[in-house]
């Protein structure tokens, strides 16, 4: 039987996010995390709106699944996101313990995955490359129309 | 003339912040942020009160100053930090394009500094080891504690 909560289904789901952030102007990244095939938690980059670096989609995803489950730890847990996670990202999602991260577009220039060394939990499973065409396309419309 | 606002001034304030850390039971961190010899904000580590690992003293105190200043980037700002930052505080330093980051004690097991390649922003100047014995005090007091 089809499973019609696959990873295209979440990472529909974080593109739904993503055009949240492109409606309030904001670099389009969208997450889930998923626990038990059920999204505990939904969030889109909010950098500008907030004036916060730190405010990218996979922080307040983490922070709010934690909150969700009442405790800081996300095992057992997936993050579906549309871009590939930078640098303090990864070192959020390490001290999580994610299970899993499920991302869609690479990012060649801030991804975490441009370094010899990991910046992901040793446990953490990393999953690339879903439905990437889309949500490299929602970006590449984004910075489009900032340069017209 | 000496100046009473050097280094040491500064990672004082960082340790009265780590020991309010202590006092609850947090790992002991703390940290300011320092511009024009100001300090524009203070803060600890509170990932066990607020139940998030994306609450270290560092994300915090970027969080504090950028809402201080109105604009989300640390240009000529100064971060003192008791413990060397974390793979997730120094991506977010590095988004802050912070100018400059002290820190006291190094972490050789989860600092940023044991990696190969930066994970800094090229421009920020990094200066480690200012009252390390005190920060690190602090540290090994609070998990003799724990062993207890």
């Not at 500008?48 to 922080?59: R, S, Y």
Request: proline residues 3%.
């Amino acid at each position: 039987m089809i499973d019609p909560y696959n990873d295209e289904y979440f990472m529909k789901q974080a593109l739904a996010e993503a055009q949240k952030a492109f409606d309030r102007d904001e670099i389009p990244v969208g997450a889930v995390v998923v626990a038990n095939k059920k999204i505990i938690a939904r969030s889109h980059n909010l950098s500008e709106v907030l004036n916060d670096v730190t405010a990218h989609a996979e922080m307040q995803a983490i922070t709010a699944a934690a909150n969700h489950l009442g405790g800081k730890y996300l095992i057992d847990c997936t993050l579906y996101v549309t871009l590939e996670p930078c640098v303090m990202c990864a070192g959020a999602l390490s001290w999580a313990q994610i299970s899993k991260i499920v991302y869609g577009a690479s990012d060649d220039k801030r991804g975490a995955g441009r370094f010899d060394t990991s910046l992901y939990h040793p446990k953490t499973e990393i999953s690339g490359g879903i439905m990437a065409e889309e949500c490299s396309e929602i970006m590449q419309r984004f910075f489009a129309n900032k340069r017209k």
